[in-house]
Structure formats: structure tokens, C-alpha cells
């Protein structure tokens, strides 16, 4: 199957796993997949052998169409009598269509489960990696995520395609054709076995070499690709600090230790290259210096001959394709490991199921009534770092309170937690009176909104964007909410309105624009909860007025959380609390807290948003 240059890379240099009963099993566990397609498998399966048993065929009559041309009569087939020339062409050819036709029927069959199974496999993958918690993303490096389900996949892809109907075949014609020399000349057959210990001991020796530079290749070149995507990443840095140069230089170095250990590997490859070539011709002029022999002294017929040299062929080729197979087994062992462990990780709804103990008549709408009580926090990625510390916070439900602090502080984690990415090591989180933990987690996230920092729009029209926020919301609900989050007229004034596509290949909003689409998305999903991490870049003022104005309608009857950066939404605020050092250390309106001469937030208010009026001249 034609796979892309990167990829058919990115496999080649996939690790090796070892073969052991476990990583045997855990192969054969993907079974599961191939199930549900069993019965095509099965005729895959019997078309396959049926090919390779014609294939064995093959030299056979080939040999007795040189005996038939040799004798006038024709040659003797057993079951057939004697045939003459013709008709073991005949024969042959009949056989030939019928393994294409067998070949045909087996590759469609073994593609079509294959394909299949890896769609079922991928889709899992997929459904089980964004279900995963937050603490599993925290520790990881999301290319090596990316890697699994598309690398290690498309490894087992090629296994179940291409390397497990090889296998059966070579294993037929290895089988199949040492037993048929075997009939005729079993001395022959102990002069071709003769060379298979010293090639299966070559294969070892020089299969841990090569395995050795591989895998330094493979660490290099995984090095230079994180090159490439970091920069790519952060083209637009690289290009403003006019550091393309610098960057190629960083490549280059890289680079050039790549092709230092593909060269070393490049040595023994070749070695063994030629070394396998030696031996397996070797065998078959061995074979062939034997046979010519047998044939001299009258012992084999020039059919039977040739049909010994047309077997050695099959059986050295199946010989030079084991190693090729064995290294493909390595790594889809490996591949599936990798696959399995990620599979086998438990979602953040299977640990919340687990738990159990779950409120068990839900209502429909949470009030909005939030207590953090001497919450203590690390990240699970960062464990020694205490991020919140006894932090105690309470909001009433439509309460609007800002968070306000230095950065670092724990402004952010303090509203990742509220949304139960991850739980307090110490502490509660009171939702509505009860632990947050008491709410199946599905739930309690529908109950809340987050209008981020950074809107992340999904490629799509801006009417699928608003409706992220209620999957499967209508035409006119859609609007609604756009016109309340003052982004109907912008959008109406696109040519396509509503329909136009955002994002890669479509129209790029602005930064207002997009923060509206946000409030919308929010506006349509009712949260009773809501989260706002303000944009800390500033909008003009019109835009600001405007995504202000939204922010008001959004804010009404929910309690609300706001990182804040701006003014305006501190001053809107009904409390603001102040975090420092995960604690939160001054809590109050805008004007008890700019009172405190010596306090945090005056300070910080001064410093971020300008004087405030308790700071203004002509105020005491
Ligand atoms: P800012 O105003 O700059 O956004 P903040 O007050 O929101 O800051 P947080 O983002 O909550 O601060 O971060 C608090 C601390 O936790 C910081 O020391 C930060 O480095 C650390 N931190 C944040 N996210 C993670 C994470 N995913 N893994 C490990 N540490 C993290």
C-alpha cells in the first residue's frame, strides 16, 4: 500500500520491541479488532493458502513441461497419466489464474479487515485519548501522543495488511518447498538446510549492530523534528527575531548527527546486505551444482532439476524475508504496547464512575453557589512545587468575583479546578453545598462556561463555532445568542454571514471578533457557572466596549469567575479577590481594597491598570 515519504520514515524508524509471552499476548489481544470481521478474514485467510499452494505448484509443472518438450510422448503427471506438451501448459497456465485470482481475492479480503480494524482501532484511540485527564496531557509531549495514533497505528496497519499475509505465504513456500525437495533428493534438501544456521546466526549478529545505530539514528532524528516543529510552531517569532539563519544552523548540527549514525548503521547494513546475498545465491549454486550432478548420473530428470532450483529460489526467498518479517513483528509488538497502554489508561469518566457515590437525583440547574475551603494544590507534573495553598474562597451564586495577583500566582489553577480538571490534594471544592466530586463529571461541566484568553476556533463556519458551545443548537437559537453577545452584525457583514469559514482556510476574526464568538458559544451552552479568563492583549476601544458589553449580558444571573486583567470587569466585579502565592490574601470591593494604603491590590492596581481614584491627585 503506497504510504507517505514522512510517514513510511517515521515506521521505519519505530522502535523494536522485545518478544516475550507478554508482548506476544498483548499482540494478539488486537484480535479483538479483527473479530467483528471474522468471515471475510477467514476467506482472506483460505485464498491466501490457496494462492501460495498454487504457487508451490508452480515449479512442479514447470518441471514437467521441460520433461514433456524432452520426452515426445509427454511426461507423466500422477493422477493425469501422460500428457503431452500442450496440454501441461494448458495446466500451468489454468494454475497461474487461479493463484492471481486467489491473490486478488486474498489482498482485498485482508486490506478490507485490515482497514476496517484499524478505523475501529484509530476511532478508540482517539475517543479513549481526549477522554484521558488532564494530569495525563500535563506528562506527556503531545507529538508522541500524535505518534500513537498515527504512527504506531499505521505499524500495525502494515502488520495486518502486509507483513501477516506474507508471513503465511513465505511460511508456505518454506514449508511446502523444503518438503518437496525433501521427497525427491533428500541430500539436496540437507545441502540447503546446511546454510540456514549460519544465516539465522548472521541475522543475530548482525541484527543487534544494526538495531544499536538504528536506534541512535532514530534518537537523532527524533531530535531534529522537534527542531522543525518548534519552530514552525513559532514562525512568527522566528521570522520577527529575523533568526532563520540561527535556526538552520541549529538544524544543520542536528542533522549532521543524523547522517553521522545512519552512515555507521549504513556500514553494517551493507555488510549484511551482502553477506545475505552470498549466502542465499551461495545455497542455490550449491544446489544447483548438486543437482546438475544427480542429473549427470542419470538419477533426476532435466524437469526434476529445474524444479529443484525453482524451489531452492522459493525457499531462500522465504529464508531472506524472515528477517525482514521478524524485525516488522518487533516493532508492531512494540506498536501495539504503546497502543494498548494508552487504551488501557482510565478516562476521567470511568475514574469519576469508579468513585461512585454520586448525588442521585440531579437538578436540572445548578444555582451557582461555589466554596473553596483550605484548598491545598500541586501539579502532578510538577509535584514539588505547592501551587494552592489552604486557599479558602466563597462565591455566592450570580456572584461576580475577579481574580486579581501577580503572575503565578494560581489565578488560572484555582479555575481549572473549579472545572475539575484536576481535584484538590487537600481541601474541598463546594458546589451548591455538596463536594464537587458528588456530580457525575459530565454534568458539572455542562453547568459551566469558559470564555478563554485564547479562542481557539475550530476550522468550520462561524455557525458551527457558536454551536461548539450546544452541539446540535438551531439556526435561530444561534443567532439569539450572537446578537446578545454583540457579534451578529460583524458576522452578518461577511458576504457568507454565518456560513463563512473560520480559521486555516477561511477568515481570520480579529481578537474582539473572536472573544465575541466565545461569549456566544458561552451564551448558547447557559451556564450557571462561568469562567472568564480575560484577553490580556487590549482591544480598541470599540472593540473593548463592545466585548464588554456582551461580557455583561453573558455575566447576568450566573456566578462568575474572572481572571482579571482589565479595569472595567475588576470594577464590575462584586468581590474581588486577591491571590498570592496560592493564597488568597486580600478580599473585597474595588473601593475597601483600594482604601488599604498597604495593600497587595493596590499596588497591583496601580501598577497594571493605572492609578486608581483612591491613588489620583487631589484624593487623600
Ligand atoms: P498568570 O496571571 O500569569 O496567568 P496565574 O496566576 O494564572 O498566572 P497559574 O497559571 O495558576 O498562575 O500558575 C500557578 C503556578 O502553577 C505557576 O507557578 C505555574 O508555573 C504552575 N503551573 C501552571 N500550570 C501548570 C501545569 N500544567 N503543570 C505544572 N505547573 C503548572
Not at 512494540?334 to 497502554?341: C, D, L, M, P, W
Amino acid at each position: 500500500m503506497p504510504r507517505h515519504s514522512s510517514e513510511e520514515i517515521a515506521l521505519d524508524r519505530l522502535p523494536k520491541a522485545k518478544l516475550n509471552r507478554e508482548s506476544l499476548l498483548d499482540t494478539l489481544a488486537l484480535a479483538r479488532y479483527v473479530r467483528p470481521y471474522r468471515p471475510r478474514f477467514v476467506v482472506g485467510l483460505a485464498s491466501l493458502f490457496f494462492s501460495a499452494a498454487c504457487g508451490l505448484a508452480f515449479p512442479f509443472l514447470a518441471g514437467s513441461l521441460i520433461d514433456a518438450a524432452m520426452r515426445p510422448g509427454g511426461t507423466t503427471l500422477q493422477f493425469l497419466g501422460v500428457l503431452p506438451l500442450s496440454q501441461v501448459a494448458l495446466i500451468l497456465a489454468g494454475i497461474v489464474s487461479l493463484q492471481a485470482l486467489a491473490s486478488f481475492n486474498s489482498a482485498l479480503a485482508f486490506n478490507r479487515v485490515g482497514q476496517s480494524a484499524l478505523a475501529d482501532l484509530r476511532r478508540e484511540c482517539y475517543q479513549r485519548l481526549i477522554a484521558l485527564p488532564m494530569a495525563f496531557f500535563g506528562q506527556r509531549r503531545i507529538g508522541e501522543l500524535t505518534s500513537r495514533v498515527s504512527t504506531d497505528i499505521a505499524q500495525i496497519e502494515g502488520a495486518l495488511v502486509d507483513a501477516l499475509p506474507q508471513m503465511c505465504r513465505q511460511s508456505v513456500f518454506l514449508i511446502g518447498g523444503v518438503t518437496l525437495i525433501a521427497i525427491t533428493s533428500g541430500q539436496l534438501t540437507a545441502v540447503m538446510l546446511g546454510t540456514l544456521p549460519i544465516l539465522i546466526a548472521a541475522a543475530v549478529f548482525f541484527g543487534r549492530r544494526l538495531r544499536r545505530f538504528s536506534r541512535e539514528t532514530q534518537d537523532q532524528l527524533a531530535a531534529t523534528n522537534t527542531i522543525v516543529e518548534e519552530t514552525l510552531q513559532a514562525i512568527a517569532s522566528v521570522k520577527a527575531f529575523a533568526n532563520e539563519a540561527f535556526e538552520v544552523r541549529r538544524y544543520e548540527t542536528s542533522n549532521a548527527r543524523v547522517l553521522a549514525a545512519a552512515l555507521s548503521a549504513a556500514r553494517w547494513r551493507a555488510v549484511f546486505v551482502a553477506f545475505f546475498i552470498l549466502a542465499l545465491f551461495g545455497g542455490i549454486v550449491i544446489v544447483l551444482w548438486f543437482g546438475a550432478r544427480l542429473l549427470q548420473q542419470g538419477e533426476i530428470s532435466p524437469g526434476e532439476l529445474t524444479r529443484f532450483v525453482l524451489y531452492s529460489t522459493f525457499v531462500a526467498g522465504a529464508m531472506g524475508q524472515a528477517a525482514e518479517l521478524f524485525s516488522q513483528i518487533q516493532k508492531t509488538v512494540g506498536a501495539t504496547q504503546r497502543v494498548r497502554e494508552l487504551l488501557r489508561e482510565p478516562t476521567e469518566t470511568e475514574t469519576d464512575a469508579a468513585r461512585g457515590g454520586h448525588v442521585t437525583t440531579l437538578p436540572a440547574r445548578l444555582r451557582g453557589e461555589v466554596a473553596f475551603v483550605g484548598v491545598n494544590f500541586r501539579y502532578p507534573a510538577r509535584p514539588e512545587v505547592p501551587v494552592l495553598r489552604n486557599l479558602s474562597l466563597a462565591a455566592q451564586p450570580g456572584e461576580r468575583i475577579a481574580l486579581v495577583g501577580p503572575s503565578g500566582a494560581g489565578k488560572s489553577t484555582l479555575t481549572a479546578l473549579l472545572l475539575r480538571f484536576y481535584d484538590p490534594e487537600s481541601g474541598r471544592l463546594l458546589i451548591d453545598g455538596r463536594d464537587a466530586r458528588d456530580y457525575p463529571l459530565t454534568w458539572l461541566r455542562g453547568q459551566m462556561a469558559i470564555v478563554p484568553q485564547d479562542v481557539l476556533l475550530f476550522g468550520g463556519t462561524i455557525a458551527e463555532n457558536i454551536a461548539y458551545g450546544r452541539p446540535g443548537a438551531d439556526a435561530h437559537a444561534i443567532r439569539e445568542a450572537a446578537q446578545l453577545a454583540n457579534a451578529d452584525d460583524f458576522i452578518r457583514g461577511f458576504p457568507e454571514g454565518y456560513a463563512t469559514l473560520v480559521g486555516d482556510r477561511g477568515i481570520k476574526l480579529s481578537g474582539g471578533q473572536r472573544q465575541r464568538v466565545a461569549i456566544a458559544r458561552a451564551i448558547l451552552k447557559n451556564p450557571a457557572i462561568l469562567i472568564l479568563d480575560e484577553a490580556t492583549s487590549s482591544l480598541d476601544s470599540e472593540s473593548e466596549a463592545q466585548v464588554q458589553l456582551a461580557l455583561d449580558r453573558l455575566m447576568q444571573g450566573r456566578t462568575t469567575f474572572i481572571v482579571a486583567h482589565r479595569l472595567a470587569t475588576v470594577r464590575n466585579a462584586n468581590r474581588i479577590a486577591v491571590i498570592d502565592a496560592g493564597q488568597v490574601v486580600e478580599l473585597g470591593t474595588h473601593e475597601e481594597l483600594s482604601a488599604r494604603a498597604e495593600g497587595l491590590y493596590r499596588r497591583l492596581s496601580a501598577l497594571q491598570f493605572g492609578p486608581t481614584p483612591a491613588d489620583a491627585p487631589g484624593r487623600p
